[in-house]
């Protein structure tokens, strides 16, 4: 950074204030104090046995194994009260000092929270308008089912509040396998019923998704021959144990995992996944079907009433999730839409009351033509996917991600901030990369030749406290605000090693800094092709002086360019000029691979195509043509 620049601008307290024993955990900062219950996730080196070991000497009830691979373990302790502000520090000294134990932790509650707000009605196909061609562009599910492809041998979970199972128009494609009710444990995921149908939500995703076809009720699923599951989760005491294993279960068996809930969309917080989930999602993408990687769908989030931003959700930006946004049938933002850098693409919600809402299954047996928010709009997107991965089953996870970004387009979607990346591709934080096309993402499915191994590079260029003195004007007038603080840095994306990065992927800055009100910085990032990503934009409603912690940003809007170059981090004031804060750590992480994947053509590849359809011979329920679509006459 140049001298005047320095001055001009904020004046960082030096001050290390932080008294570590080890680097810093992935975290975030809330205002709320945790709340701890009486369970609790260790490690133990020598599986269920050790377990059992363990919780009769100390009196706790073995729950059974996180993962399947028989090295976590729930534990819970009747004795201790069910939530306290407080840790049990009893328990926890008995667990540090038994030598078999590798790790553990005391569980927290985690609010999370369902991703729409809406009201039941009844529905037909022919309200469903964002597949049926009455609106243009649709997401081109119809030319997909006229090829056959139904999502026929591909197994789809909704993690949510249950699934009416024996719904009329889910019983069909119901899959018990993938099913479970971690609330309760046990395998019935089945809903509880409440006067004002508060769990209705999962049935909801799960008709969007696999609602049969011609069958005389309710409208079609996107996959109308996929199996549907229901993970029961989010009704009752949620914990980093309970969202693991809800992400764990049967991953050589669910091909795609559908989530429509995140942290609180309220523009003040900033949460993530914590340990076992993190690991849930890595063991997901290594492990999951076979090695090739489960598919984990996200809704981004509807906190934009609240100015909220998707990149202080750690489940939507996390490179494991494929993160999807919303549009209006009239291609506008709606109003619920957080706009941020991690969103990977776009299908169909609604906006105003007035607008018309999605068509889906509803609890007691009924349907609705009122679903909306971004929780409509990512089983959309599992459903398109559902499609794509039957026309090819041997997609890895990455590879679903480079054809989703290729099979979405900019299409009628209004927003001022498009702008062109450095390879050419349009991208909006409120959109990703546009409209999701069904049809696009089958047809290049089917002759995509598989991505190379994943290559991350990881710059630390940050990692003692940085000052940067001087005080910001207000900004009253429309003047031009320059930056509070720029970090450049020349990479050279480790070029001559094993891990050299030719085109990138995903991009994540994870940064530690404090400042006097977090929500009033913007953070940008500008990538040596030029390309300018807000990793966060300004939160109004966020006061909190407590910063960032070891918080990781991502953005999506690099993807396929070069990184080599330099690279420019912005911290910018946006509110008082007498704000202030330290940036003590700053690591640039480059995720891509070696092949400059600018080479490859930007529609279906010239290879020998596979079959039509490399999941199962079986008829489709739907003929090819039109004239059988469900809804038609």
Known sequence: MRPAQTALWLRLVVALGLALVGPLPVGWSSARAPIYVSSWAVRVSQGY??????????????????????????LRHRGVVQQSLTPHWGHRLRLKKDPKVQWFEQQTLQRRVKRS????????????????????????????????????????????????????????????????????????????????????????????????????FCGTGVAYNARIGGVRMLDGTITDVIEAQSLSLQPQHIHIYSASWGPEDDGRTVDGPGILTRE?????VTKGRGGLGTLFVWASGNGGLHYDNCNCDGYTNSIHTLSVGSTTRQGRVPWYSEAC???????????????????????????????????????????????????NPFLTWRDMQHLVVRASRPAQLQAEDWRTNGVGRQVSHHYGYGLLDARLLVDMARTWLPTQPQQKCAIRIIHTPT???????????????????????????????????????????????????????????????????????????????????????????????????????????????????????????????????????????????????????????????????????
């Not at 993962?67 to 976590?72: A, E, I, L, R």
């Not at 299908?347 to 068509?359: E, F, L």
């Not at 031009?480 to 480790?494: D, E, F, G, H, Y």
């Open 49 to 74: 046995r050790e377990a059992e070991r363990l919780a009769r000497k100390f009196g706790f009830v073995n729950l059974g194994q996180i993962f399947p691979d028989g090295q976590y373990y729930h």
């Open 280 to 284: 849930a999602f890595r063991r997901g």
């Open 467 to 633: 000052p940067a003195g001087g005080a910001l004007t207000p900004h009253a007038t429309p003047s031009p605000i320059l930056p509070l603080m720029q970090v450049r840095k020349n990479v050279s994306a480790c070029a001559g090693h094993a891990n050299y990065i030719r085109s990138l992927e995903h991009v994540q800055v994870q940064l530690s800094l404090s400042y006097s009100r977090r929500g009033d910085l913007e953070i940008s990032l500008t990538s040596p092709m030029g390309t300018r990503s807000t990793l966060v934009a300004i939160r109004p409603l966020d006061v909190s002086g407590q910063g960032y912690n070891n918080w990781i940003f991502m953005s999506t809007h690099f993807w396929d360019e070069d990184p080599q170059g330099l690279w420019t981090l912005g911290l910018e004031n946006k509110g008082y000029y007498f704000n202030t804060g330290t940036l003590y750590r700053y690591t640039l992480l480059l995720y891509g691979t070696a092949e400059d994947m600018t080479a490859r053509p930007p529609g279906p590849q010239n290879a020998t195509a596979p079959p039509t359809s490399w999941a199962t011979s079986a008829s489709p329920t739907v003929p090819r043509g039109t004239s059988a679509i469900p809804g038609r006459q």
């Open 117 to 216: 707000a809406v009201v039941p009605t009844d529905p037909w196909f022919s309200k469903q308008w964002y597949m049926n061609n009455k609106v243009q562009p649709d997401l081109n599910i119809l030319q997909v089912w006229s090829q056959g492809l139904s999502g026929q041998g591909i197994v789809v979970s909704v993690l949510d509040d249950g699934i009416e199972k024996d719904h009329p128009d889910l019983w069909a494609n119901y899959d018990p396998l993938a099913s479970y009710d971690f609330n309760d444990y046990d395998p019935d995921p089945q809903p509880r019923y409440t006067p004002s149908d508060d769990n209705r939500h999962g049935t909801r995703c799960a008709g969007e998704v696999a609602a049969m076809a011609n069958n005389g």
């Open 341 to 391: 850098a991690s969103t990977l693409t776009t299908t169909y919600s609604s906006g105003v009351a007035a607008d018309p809402q999605i068509v889906t299954t509803d609890l007691h047996h009924q349907c609705t033509d009122k679903h909306t928010g971004t929780s409509a709009s990512a089983p959309l997107a599992a459903g398109m996917i559902a499609l794509a991965l039957e026309a």
